[in-house]
């Protein structure tokens, strides 16, 4: 369940509302000025790119789809920012198995070949 607030203009009284939107299971629940007044769904088919059967919500509906949107948006960025820092983290470890895979192999390449070079002198 993913909850944040966004504000939206009132045209005919140029008063600001506070808008609680709530996400869960793909439905928008949706509280304004602390009232509810309904639940939205995304529908690609609509003009607003969202659509709702609430008669208190329809009045709100274009000014709330936009700022879901723009909203989706930043979410959208802020998630690539993540994968991003995930993949460079995953790059670091695995560079820094890699090497240290290699130094470990040269290492035990080093000691056979000490091994086999101090070998004749051991027996003597």
Do not use: H, W
Request: charged fraction near 15%; proline fraction near 2%; charge should be positive.
């Amino acid at each position: 369940m993913n909850s944040f607030s966004i504000e939206i203009s009132n045209k005919e009284t140029a008063l600001t509302s506070i808008v609680d939107v709530t996400l869960s299971g793909g439905a928008y629940s949706i509280n304004i000025d602390n009232l509810f007044c309904g639940t939205m769904v995304r529908d690609n088919t609509s003009a607003f790119g969202f659509s709702t059967t609430d008669k208190m919500l329809l009045p709100y509906l274009e000014p709330i789809a936009k700022q879901l949107k723009s909203k989706r948006k930043q979410i959208s960025i802020s998630e690539i920012f993540a994968a991003v820092f995930g993949i460079l983290q995953l790059v670091t470890f695995l560079s820094g198995t890699i090497i240290s895979f290699k130094l470990k192999s040269m290492m035990q390449k080093t000691r056979v070949f000490l091994l086999l070079n101090l070998l004749p002198v051991l027996l003597e």
